[in-house]
């Protein structure tokens, strides 16, 4: 079994800053991509930023310039940096994790954390 736990999210103004973190635990023998997506009310979950088990990162353009993902492997933690935030990015982030794999006989799964909530607003 594998679990995501997620934390630093909260109440922010506008152009500030919060960091997210998400530690994966468990029997983990290794993990491909980790990132976070993101759903804001009514709408679909939308992809925020991904990083490979390389340190490539992919964000959506909307992001671009503001947020940082990162990740330690040692720690199978990944991190979101967010700055400059906006109200548009209020939502709940659920961290992501892809190509998971608890041995290295069996096959790889995703798994999902439990979402943080951030609000952005005055």
């Known amino acids: 079994q594998v679990q995501l736990v997620e934390s630093g999210g909260g109440l922010v103004q506008p152009g500030g800053s919060l960091r997210l973190s998400c530690a994966a635990s468990?029997?983990?023998?290794?993990?491909?991509?980790m990132g976070w997506f993101r759903q804001a009310q009514g709408k679909e979950r939308e992809l925020v930023a991904v990083i490979s088990s390389g340190g490539s990162p992919t964000y959506r353009d909307s992001v671009k310039g503001r947020f940082t993902v990162s990740r330690d492997n040692a720690k199978n933690t990944v991190y979101l940096q967010m700055n400059s935030l906006k109200p548009e990015d209020t939502a709940v982030y659920y961290c992501?994790?892809?190509?998971?794999?608890?041995?290295?006989?069996?096959?790889?799964?995703?798994?999902w954390g439990q979402g943080t909530e951030v609000t952005v607003s005055s």
């Open positions: 468990g029997s983990i023998f290794s993990i491909n991509n």
């Open positions: 992501y994790a892809g190509g998971v794999r608890i041995s290295p006989i069996l096959g790889p799964n995703t798994y």
